[in-house]
């Protein structure tokens, strides 16, 4: 089992910033990627970016160039900075952990970008 408690949501200004955070604890061994995806009111959720194990990392086209996921290895931590935010950046964002076949996810953390 992995757990995941994700930190760092809160209500911003349009192009102001965030960073979230996801720590990482439990059977963290073996992790094969990391990630965050979100979900809007009334849509599906997402994919927003992804670190897999190699440091290879993919991003959705409408966050790429303001949105950066890193990883910290030595605290178990996953970030997500997120600058030039927009209105439509408004969701639920959800922590991700994908090991052996099996998808572990955070309860979310709400960022509200104002216009």
């Known amino acids: 089992q992995v757990q995941l408690v994700e930190s760092g949501g809160g209500l911003v200004q349009a192009g102001g910033s965030l960073r979230l955070s996801c720590a990482a604890s439990?059977?963290?061994?073996?992790?094969?990627?990391m990630g965050w995806y979100r979900q809007a009111p009334g849509k599906q959720r997402e994919l927003v970016a992804t670190?897999?194990?190699?440091?290879?990392?993919n991003y959705a086209d409408s966050v790429k160039g303001r949105f950066t996921i890193s990883r910290d290895n030595a605290k178990n931590t996953v970030y997500l900075q997120m600058n030039n935010l927009k209105p439509e950046d408004t969701a639920v964002y959800y922590c991700?952990?994908?090991?052996?076949?099996?998808?572990?996810w955070g309860k979310g953390t709400l960022v509200t970008v104002s216009s």
């Open positions: 991700n952990a994908f090991k052996h076949g099996i998808n572990y």
């Open positions: 439990g059977s963290i061994f073996s992790i094969n990627a």
């Open positions: 670190s897999r194990s190699s440091s290879s990392t």
